[in-house]
Structures are given as structure tokens and as C-alpha cells.
């Protein structure tokens, strides 16, 4: 006879097995999975996060919905000059008082610092649009590779041009009327699209290069000949400092955008792309981007 505690425990062992039996015999008896990543909430109006080397959708909040874009505008205008034919990125353009007088008259928007009379590269140009975010440098790069035969005509066939590569990504929900973001009421886009145009301009080793940049120091050529060491543009990404594996991509701001950013990061191989427009602040929108990415890699 089994008596006591050690009858108990043998009593109890046996249940278990017998239960145990019964369960793998019905198939009832799995492994828990484990748990889904919890999709975050984000102050952002809009949102969207893709699988950079899949296009696979990973998290969406209004990710159709038009917006005004702010200064991620820069991104299409960084691709419309790279995607020019015979691209010389060490030709030189001449800052004029225009773009000058252009940063001024729309409240000192943001810039590069721009001289008037120096002789800058349209590789300087292009760390100077997306770094500082200079409308300086987007509207020197709209003159130098826009067509027609006055400043007007050429800015207006540089905006052209961004709506057709818009077109041609298929970006659907996309059109500008600027050149740097400062719109006129139809410079509007989504999380969606502009994550995608991202992805496509990315592809860009070069662009690759400069959105990951924290800080670029120009040499210009002043009126004289001489050489000028312009002070350094810093990036406004806040991303590339604060999340491991951020390598892009572009800051906006605005009345109407309020605080927008896309973004990118690699980590073990894997690349998440994504978008936040119209966040309360910046501080916010970086913490909106970092639950995105955090998420993205977790999905």
C-alpha cells in the first residue's frame, strides 16, 4: 500500500501522465507562440512603415491620406537632379541674390547659408538641400536644371519635372508646386508614398550616402577665386544620433505639415523604411519614428 506524502506525489505524477497522454493523443498539447509585436500608438496623423527590400506593408495609419509634406519634399528633389542625364556632380552654380532673397521673403526659412557671388558644386548643393534642409540650395538646384530661358521658367519646369518622376513611381496621391515644400496649397503627398519614393531614391548610392551624413563641411569658390570654408551643415535628422542603424532619411516641418520625418534603418541585414507626417513636434515625431522602427524590425 502506497501511503502518505509519497503515495500523493505518485498519485499526482501519474494524472499528470495519463492527461498529458490524452492531450498529445488529441493534439491539444502545442507550444505557446510567441507573443506579436504590439502595433504602437504615435501622435503622428499619418504613418507608414515598409519591408525596404520587399515593399512588404509592416504598419499603417492613414498611409492614403494627402498631407502637406514640409521639407521631405527635398527628397523628390534630390532624385530629380540625380536621375539628370550626363549628371556632373562637380559642376559649379553661381549663388544668386534670388535664392538669397527668396530665403528672407518666406521668413528665414530654413537654409544653407548660402553666399551670394560664391561658386557652389552640385554635389555641395545637394548635402546642402537635405543636411541644414536649405531652400538656399533646393532653389539653385531647381535653376540649374529646370529648362527655359528665365529663373521663372526654369524653377516651373524643375517642379514639372518632380510631378512626372512622381508619375512614373506611380505615387498616385503625390503632386508639388514647390521645389523645397514652401507650397502653394497643392504640395501634398502620403506616408505611403513618400516611403516609397524614399525607397526609390535610396537605391542612389549617392543619396545613400549624403541622408546618412551628420555633418558636411563645403569648400567654396568666392567672387575673387579664393576658397571659403563654409560653416558645417549639420544633419537635421535626429534619428542618425539616437537609433542604432538610422541611415536616413529627411526632416519636415511647416504651418500646416507640422513635424514630419522619413526614415530608415538596417539592422542585421534587414532594412525598415517609413514615414511620419503631421506630428505635434519634433520631439515627438522622433519618438514616433522610433515605435515605428522598433516595430518594424520586430514584425
Do not use: H
Request: proline residues 3%; positive net charge.
Amino acid at each position: 500500500m502506497i501511503t502518505g506524502i509519497k503515495g500523493t506525489r505518485l498519485r499526482r505524477a501519474a494524472a499528470v501522465a495519463v492527461t498529458t497522454g490524452a492531450m498529445l493523443a488529441t493534439g491539444a498539447l502545442t507550444v505557446a507562440p510567441a507573443q506579436a509585436a504590439t502595433a504602437p500608438t504615435i501622435a503622428a496623423k499619418g504613418g507608414y512603415v515598409m519591408n525596404n527590400a520587399t515593399g512588404k506593408s509592416l504598419y499603417t495609419k492613414a498611409a492614403d491620406t494627402r498631407r502637406s509634406t514640409g521639407s521631405t519634399t527635398k527628397i523628390m528633389t534630390a532624385l530629380v537632379v540625380l536621375k539628370q542625364s550626363n549628371l556632373n556632380l562637380d559642376s559649379k552654380v553661381t549663388v544668386q541674390k534670388a535664392y538669397s532673397d527668396y530665403i528672407v521673403d518666406n521668413n528665414w526659412a530654413s537654409n544653407a547659408k548660402l553666399i551670394v557671388g560664391d561658386k557652389v558644386t552640385v554635389r555641395q548643393l545637394l548635402y546642402g538641400l537635405m543636411l541644414p534642409s536649405g531652400c538656399d540650395a533646393a532653389y539653385a538646384l531647381a535653376d540649374k536644371f529646370g529648362s527655359g530661358s528665365t529663373r521663372a521658367a526654369r524653377v516651373k519646369s524643375f517642379i514639372g519635372k518632380m510631378n512626372s518622376t512622381a508619375k512614373s513611381l506611380g505615387l498616385k496621391n503625390t503632386n508639388f508646386d514647390s521645389f523645397d515644400g514652401i507650397g502653394k496649397g497643392k504640395n501634398y503627398s502620403t506616408p505611403r508614398d513618400l516611403t516609397r519614393l524614399a525607397s526609390s531614391a535610396m537605391k542612389n548610392s549617392l543619396f545613400r550616402t549624403v541622408v546618412k551624413t551628420k555633418k558636411y563641411t563645403a569648400k567654396t569658390t568666392t567672387k575673387s577665386g579664393g576658397t571659403r570654408t563654409m560653416a558645417p551643415w549639420e544633419n537635421t535628422n535626429p534619428l542618425l544620433s539616437s537609433y542604432s542603424g538610422a541611415i536616413g532619411v529627411k526632416t519636415g516641418s511647416g504651418p500646416e505639415a507640422k513635424a514630419c520625418l522619413v526614415f530608415a534603418a538596417t539592422r542585421n541585414g534587414k532594412t525598415v523604411i517609413g514615414t511620419v507626417l503631421t506630428s505635434t513636434d519634433p520631439a515627438t515625431r522622433k519618438s514616433d519614428a522610433t515605435k515605428l522602427l522598433n516595430y518594424g524590425f520586430a514584425k
